[in-house]
């Protein structure tokens, strides 16, 4: 998801409309410029707006936004951005990320079958994990690699499985800890009582 807002805001700072209070000027790249320590305040401020955007795209094909105190220049004058962005704008920016995610997911299931005969018509549901599942084109990729009744194989059920996907990501992290945890609590094999 973080990589989603940084490249949308990354596409703002060269395809946002910019206005600095009283007219003033200044060089875009640089002042974002994340490696410089006010460019790291400033590109983190636009990424949280890149966030917002990101957030409303998941219902809407387009959104306008205006931030009239986006963030501020060294003489305290506002920086103020003004954006449309399209769904499939969007879309575009992110392809590449999404895409790269469903190879991992490959390379998952691959080691699956050679290391435990699980296939993915095994699987019964896909779930989607994390808060950026819930970006349309996400859910879509997922379903046409893992869930498509078309493909020679392909899990049970046909929709992937959306369901408080920031919770599964703690509820994960639980289990895990759960299964490691008595291991270090009790290294001479002892339980919990």
Known sequence: GDDFDRLLATHLIEHG?????????????????????????????????????????TDEERVERYAPGLTYTEDGKALALEAAVERAEFNRLI????????????????????????????????????GSSRVPLAR??????????????????????????????AYGAALRAAGHGTRYLFPKGRGAR
Do not use: Q
């Open 17 to 57: 409309k910019w206005s600095v209070e009283d007219g003033g000027r200044i060089e875009l790249p640089a002042f974002f410029d994340p490696s410089a320590p006010a460019g790291v305040v400033h590109f983190g401020r636009l990424v949280h707006a890149a966030e917002a955007i990101k957030i409303s795209l």
């Open 95 to 130: 392809k590449e990320k999404v895409d790269r995610t469903i190879g991992c997911c490959r390379d998952a299931l691959a080691r699956a079958r050679d290391r435990a005969g699980v296939r993915l018509s095994d699987v019964d549901y896909v779930v989607l994990v994390g």
């Open 140 to 169: 879509e990729t997922v379903r046409a690699a893992f869930c498509n009744p078309d493909l020679p194989e392909h899990s049970r059920c046909m929709e992937p499985l959306l369901h408080e996907p920031d919770l599964c990501v």
